[in-house]
């Protein structure tokens, strides 16, 4: 019998500046739930326009701070892995991370956002730790992180997949719906299930204003949607996963979609 797994995602509006609050709604979503994962969006503690790398680095922390102790307790009461942005310190240099804490380990992981996007570039610093995956040996659940914008670029799902991802977690602050034509087919192209944790609300700034799409969505690893939001509602996603099926690239007898790879054919011939 192929053991499931219960995957949980949350759509909410952060309040720029405001953690308590944040904290406050992310346990009120979540107090009732009954998952083994459970992902949050992009910058979910902080809010996400900021202006300068002197306001980041106001509100920013090294992950033994308040959000990393607010994650890990969640993760505890759930006994659940629990994905989330959040801005990060370390020493001098700030981060647009997330935090993956699998209960039963001491230290959580951290992700730096690879692929910064608009007023980031302004605001954070380029993140240094590449892709790797998390293999939780409890769930049996082996968990490929990425935020927002890294979506656009296909090397991030490929090589979460080659580092042997079942799902690809996506906590987001994305302002755009283009990403639903185009992450089924990373779904389908890596065999992989993918979730995304996108935000909702606006936040305005200097006046300009960024309206955040919600409609967070869980796809199958063949492209279906299994579950979704709208653009404006609060709410929790749940659904059951499979992650074994995800192993087997193959699709019939002769074909393997890893292994029939020709990487020598794929380098630029300059």
Request: with cysteine; net charge negative; aromatic share 10%.
């Amino acid at each position: 019998m192929v053991k499931t797994t219960k995957l949980a995602v949350v759509q909410f509006c952060p309040e720029l500046g405001r953690k308590d609050a944040n904290f406050s709604c992310m346990r009120r979503l979540t107090d009732d739930i009954d998952a083994d994962i459970i992902v949050f969006p992009e910058l979910c503690t902080t809010g996400y326009f900021f202006l300068s790398r002197d306001e980041v680095s106001e509100v920013a922390e090294p992950v033994s701070g308040e959000s990393g102790s607010f994650f890990s307790e969640i993760a505890r009461e759930h006994q659940a892995v629990v994905v989330a942005g959040f801005a990060e310190k370390d020493g001098d240099r700030v981060y647009n991370a997330c935090l993956i804490v699998v209960p039963e380990e001491r230290r959580p992981r951290v992700y730096r956002k690879t692929h910064l996007f608009y007023r980031e570039k302004q605001c954070f610093d380029q993140g240094d730790t590449g892709f790797f995956v998390v293999s939780d040996r409890w769930r049996d659940v082996r968990i490929g992180p990425m935020i927002c914008y890294d979506w656009r670029f296909p090397e991030a799902t490929r090589i979460l997949t080659l580092l042997g991802a079942d799902i690809i977690v996506c906590p987001s602050d994305l302002v755009t719906d283009i990403w639903r034509r185009v992450l089924p087919g990373r779904a389908i192209e890596n065999k992989i299930y993918i979730a995304v944790a996108n935000r909702i609300g606006a936040e305005t700034r200097d006046d300009e204003k960024l309206l955040f799409t919600g409609q967070s969505a869980i796809y199958d690893f063949d492209g279906n949607e299994m579950h979704s939001a709208g653009p404006e509602n609060e709410i929790v996603l749940e659904v059951e996963i499979s992650p074994e099926l995800t192993r087997n690239k193959s699709f019939n007898s002769f074909n393997d979609m890893l292994g029939d790879r020709q990487p020598q054919h794929y380098k630029l011939l300059l």
